[in-house]
């Protein structure tokens, strides 16, 4: 039995990814930081993944809000990871992510990754209207991702990429003597009053 790295094999998959789809083409792995946080309920019903921006729309770093006549300056934190700087952190749930069948694990990874701005600024994917993160419907959003992930598995050509998402949190405890993965606390906005 042998260790399995939850983080190191969400890694290989995300860059294999995002070479191989087209709509995902943009954006670069060295920039996202990729961890696993624990649900506090079991079952497949919440959330299964969470991706944090650092950055604000167009990619800046601050931006100022004005509340009467009183200005804020938020920012974004920096987070570094081998002298590289972040510009996304992504969290996977588990166990709740890793007890989903294989292709709803997928349309998880895609749907966050779906959310990075073209422009891998730092700032999301931003559609018209008041539902900017997901457009008009997020289950026609999450049908395309689908579509992706359909289109990903038909001419997916690395199955060793996929064995760690065979199965469920239960099994890959059984195949392993141990899962170790990037934890990471959630970035905060710095806000200071001008």
Do not use: W
């Not at 087209?22 to 624990?38: F, K, M, Q, W, Y």
């Not at 944090?52 to 167009?58: E, I, M, V, Y």
């Not at 991702?145 to 038909?154: F, I, P, R, S, W």
């Not at 199955?159 to 195949?175: I, T, Y």
């Amino acid at each position: 039995m042998s260790v399995l790295n939850l983080t190191g094999e969400l890694e290989r998959l995300v860059a294999h990814i995002v070479g191989q789809v087209a709509e995902l083409s943009h954006i670069d792995p060295g920039r996202l930081l990729l961890c696993v946080s624990t649900t506090r309920s079991g079952g497949i019903r919440g959330t299964y993944a969470k991706i944090h921006p650092l950055r604000f729309a167009g990619g800046a770093k601050s931006i100022e809000r004005r509340r009467g006549r009183t200005v804020y300056v938020s920012t974004m934190p920096t987070v570094i990871r081998r002298e590289v700087e972040m510009l996304y952190v992504i969290y996977f749930l588990v166990p709740r992510f890793l007890d989903l069948p294989l292709r709803e694990k997928l349309i998880t990874v895609f749907h966050e990754l779906y959310h990075i701005s073209p422009a891998c600024d730092g700032d999301i994917r931003r559609f018209p209207g008041k539902n900017y993160a997901h457009g008009s419907s997020t289950k026609r959003y999450n049908a395309y991702m689908g579509t992706l992930v359909d289109a990903y598995l038909a001419g997916h050509d690395r199955p060793e990429l996929l064995e760690f998402l065979a199965g469920s949190m239960d099994e890959l405890r059984r195949r392993h003597c141990s899962l170790v993965a990037r934890r990471f606390r959630i970035p905060r906005i710095r806000t200071d009053r001008r």
